[in-house]
């Protein structure tokens, strides 16, 4: 450990003294003996002076948290046609807004359920943000169920009802549960039923699954905005800051 934070101190003493920089001799025509000289100045300047220890690490965290963002801002642009399969996967808000905000959800999520008056806040005072809800269920067969049935609904034109009327409510969601709540709605139930079933519904589920592997999403609520990745349940005042910085990055002056 300490030499690989020795070698660490050297290159950044390195770069921030260019002449010696460019003078000193490449590491692998140094000898023994001038590499263990080298420790030994590197160990008693750490001695010295601790505190840059502490400055090493925390530059490196930055950059390691920075690369990952990156990694994951590639990631996600390379994949936006998954995102929203055509024809499956719930679309709020306004389909044509400028931002595209994507949640993986899970009914019986109860971050989910806390965050989700602070994402139909964010939709309602923005009027220029596309909602797209990923299916995610990950908490137990229950939410398979209810995740089928809601994305069941959507082929009756009313997934956006049922989902905020579960998300409102309490207790568990199950397929009793949303059948309940359909019912309430007026839907077809037995069409329903049968659409829950359906290679489509199974594919949109699948897919988020997918999707949620090659991003390293493994809790909910996670939430995409633009290009960045938060897979955490965020406040109203972070979902705005977010949208915000992704419209200018979108539109730059």
């Known amino acids: 450990m300490f030499l690989r934070l020795a070698a660490l101190i050297v290159l950044v003493l390195a770069s921030s003294a260019p002449v010696a920089a460019q003078s000193a001799p490449a590491a692998s ?3 023994e003996a001038q590499q263990q000289e080298i420790r030994e100045i590197v160990k008693q300047y750490l001695i010295a002076n601790p505190s840059v220890v502490n400055e090493v690490l925390e530059s490196h965290e930055t950059w390691k948290a920075e690369e990952e963002a990156r ?5 996600i642009q390379a994949n936006l046609s998954r995102f929203i399969t055509s024809g499956r996967t719930p679309v709020l808000g306004n389909p044509q807004g ?6 993986f959800s899970d009914y019986n999520c109860g971050y ?3 965050v989700a008056p602070a994402l139909e806040q964010l939709v309602k ?6 909602l797209v809800i990923r299916e995610y269920p990950i908490l137990g067969n229950e939410s398979v169920e209810a995740a089928k049935i809601a994305l069941a609904a959507g082929m009756q034109g009313k997934y956006t009802e049922l989902h905020n009327k579960v998300m ?8 009793a549960t949303m059948i309940r709540a359909a019912n309430q709605l007026g839907l077809d139930i037995t069409k329903l039923r049968s659409d829950a079933e359906s290679p489509a519904t199974e594919a949109e589920i699948r897919e988020s699954y997918a999707l949620a592997r090659d991003l390293d999403i493994n809790g909910t609520p996670a939430f995409i905005i633009g290009n960045r990745l938060f897979p955490r349940a965020i406040s109203l005042e972070d979902m705005a800051k977010a949208v915000e910085e992704a419209r200018k990055a979108n539109n730059p002056q």
Not at 98 to 103: A, G, K, L, Q
Request: proline content about 0%.
């Open 98 to 103: 400028d931002v595209t905000v994507i949640e």
């Open 29 to 31: 025509t140094l000898s």
């Open 125 to 130: 005072n923005d009027g220029k943000i596309r």
């Open 112 to 114: 989910c359920r806390a």
């Open 71 to 75: 990694k994951q801002a590639d990631i």
């Open 168 to 175: 409102d409510g309490d207790g568990q969601a199950d397929e």
